[in-house]
């Protein structure tokens, strides 16, 4: 079975809006220090799950999470604050797929939101034994879907080259 075989629905072209997660969650003194600064960790398993979950929606398969991309937390986030982040895919290859996680935190009785961090993380799917297998391609249509895809081209051959693998 080839990625275009319109008879498989897990291989047709997805188009981007298909996948997108938005996931939300207030966060509580167990997420933060004794200063009321949420962890960084705590913010990153959140984008681990909402772009996982975005891959997973695009493959229709089970994904497992290969590179994250330096995070850099542009500003604070507090108890008390509802995060959410929000995820989209931007590019896919033969059996991998990077997503893009917009960060924000609204500080909910003020209404004042931040963004606090942008990341991207590429997942790779995986068959019924466990190994890599083939995702749909995307569908691009809008301009800006177009850019966001050249720019995720550019970041994945980054990343091969800086493993030193120049395919």
């Known amino acids: 079975m080839t990625l275009t075989d319109p008879s498989d629905p897990k291989t047709e072209a997805r188009a981007i809006h298909e996948s997108e997660v938005t996931l939300a969650q207030v966060m509580l003194p167990s997420d933060a220090n004794s200063q009321g600064n949420v962890h960084g960790g705590t913010i990153m398993k959140l984008v681990d799950t909402a772009g996982g979950i975005a891959a997973i929606r695009h493959a229709r398969r089970r994904v497992v999470t290969v590179i994250m991309d330096s995070m850099t937390f542009l500003q604070p986030v507090y108890v008390g604050d509802l995060v959410t982040v929000r995820a ?32 991207y993380l590429v997942y790779v799917a995986l068959d019924d034994a466990g190994n890599p297998c083939p995702v749909p391609p ?20 980054y990343r091969l080259a800086a493993r030193g693998n120049q395919s």
Not at 140 to 150: A, Q, S
């Open 88 to 119: 989209r895919l931007t590019w896919t290859g033969t059996s991998s797929m990077e997503t893009e996680m917009r960060v924000e935190a609204e500080d909910v009785p003020t209404g004042r939101i931040t963004h606090t961090s942008t990341a």
């Open 138 to 157: 995307l569908r691009l249509e809008r301009e800006e879907e177009r850019i966001r895809w050249e720019q995720a081209e550019a970041r994945h051959h």
